[in-house]
Nanobody, 120 residues
Framework: QVHLVESGGGLVQAGGSLRLSCAAS????????MAWYRQPPGKQREFVAEVFDDSRQQYAGSVKGRFAISRDNVKNMVYLQMNSLKPEDTAVYYC??????????????WGQGTQVTVSS
């Protein structure tokens, strides 16, 4: 059994910063990638950023230069530093990871989400 738990969401004014954290726990052999997605009100879930086990990173164009993803492979955690926040960043942010529970068994997991609200 594997769980992802996010924390760090909240209310912030436009131009401010927030740092999200996500902890993976359970029967973890290795983690291929860890990522953040978000779902704005009334819209579909969308990709934000991801970091692979070799530290390669990818970002959505809308957050590039403002958000930074990082990973702690010892603690099985991923972080999202969000700077210069805009009202359009308001969304429920979800942690996502592809985790191997054995050498040959890999599944994708989701956290429960954390709300980020940016006021104008």
């Amino acid at each position: 059994q594997v769980h992802l738990v996010e924390s760090g969401g909240g209310l912030v004014q436009a131009g401010g910063s927030l740092r999200l954290s996500c902890a993976a726990s359970g029967s973890i052999f290795s983690i291929d990638y860890m990522a953040w997605y978000r779902q704005p009100p009334g819209k579909q879930r969308e990709f934000v950023a991801e970091v692979f086990d070799d530290s390669r990173q990818q970002y959505a164009g809308s957050v590039k230069g403002r958000f930074a993803i990082s990973r702690d492979n010892v603690k099985n955690m991923v972080y999202l530093q969000m700077n210069s926040l805009k009202p359009e960043d308001t969304a429920v942010y979800y942690c996502n990871a592809q985790i191997r529970t054995t050498t040959y068994t890999s599944n994708t997991y989701w956290g429960q989400g954390t709300q980020v609200t940016v006021s104008s």
